[in-house]
């Protein structure tokens, strides 16, 4: 089975420093990892996903994520927080021994300070 | 219009009624999938369906029921609806044809307060 963990529920940043979320997953085979971003009174849009490939993989609004095997970790990142970043973002997991279903993280809110 | 719709977007429903929460999609997707999300937890699979004649259990499908009458609908029942109940709901779907590493596509949700 597969599961992910996000490291912080909730993030605070400065309007132009590093955005940074955490996401380690586990799984018996290899994965394909996606991020999502819900803002306020919307349903989830994807931001980015690894299948195979290239580890560093980019996604919309200057947002990406490496894939690290040996860490299990597929951490967000952006160099330069805008205020419309803030949101939540989950990460996500599937597999083909999940029958290919998604699962979630709980979720991290992102707050971005002027 | 959107791709994924969800109705009602906001229902107050009392402890003990049934109600169903429907999905629409013209994306022409093949695989459906219903979501509760709750603060802290994240989104959890309640049901999925890959195909019409294809209905699969998530990780919280007491308390629920599915029907999936075409392949562009997706309905979600709650027998006799409980407070803890109360969450926002999501219909999502997915295109195997993608390959399995395609995402999902999420409608805008439905918010729903059992009292």
């Known amino acids: 089975a597969q599961s992910v963990t996000q490291l912080g529920s909730h993030v605070s940043v400065s309007e132009g420093a590093l955005v940074l979320l955490r996401c380690n997953y586990s799984?018996?085979?290899?994965?394909?990892l996606f991020w999502y971003v819900q803002y306020p009174n919307q349903g989830l849009q994807l931001l980015l996903k690894y299948t195979t490939g290239a580890t560093l993989v980019k996604g919309i609004n200057g947002f990406e994520a490496e894939f690290k095997k040996s860490e299990t970790s597929f951490h967000l990142t952006k160099p330069s927080a805008h205020m419309s970043d803030a949101a939540e973002y989950f990460c996500?997991?599937?597999?083909?021994?999940?029958?290919?279903?998604?699962?979630f993280g709980a979720g991290t809110r992102l707050f971005v300070k002027a | 219009d959107a791709d994924v719709t969800q109705t009602p977007r906001n229902r107050i429903t009392k402890t003990g009624k049934r109600i169903m929460l429907e999905c629409s999609q013209t994306k022409g997707h093949d695989r459906m999938y219903w979501y509760r999300q709750d603060p802290g937890l994240g989104l959890r699979l309640i049901y999925y369906s890959f195909d019409v004649k294809d209905i699969n259990k998530g990780e919280i499908s007491d308390g629920y029921s599915v029907s999936r009458q075409a392949q562009a609908k997706f309905s979600l029942s709650l027998e006799s609806a409980i407070p803890n109940q109360t969450a926002l709901y999501f219909c999502a779907t997915s295109d195997s044809g993608k390959g399995m590493n395609t995402e999902a596509f999420f409608g805008q949700g439905t918010r729903l307060t059992v009292v």
């Open positions: 799984s018996s085979v290899p994965p394909y």
């Open positions: 996500a997991v599937s597999a083909h021994t999940g029958g290919f279903k998604t699962i």
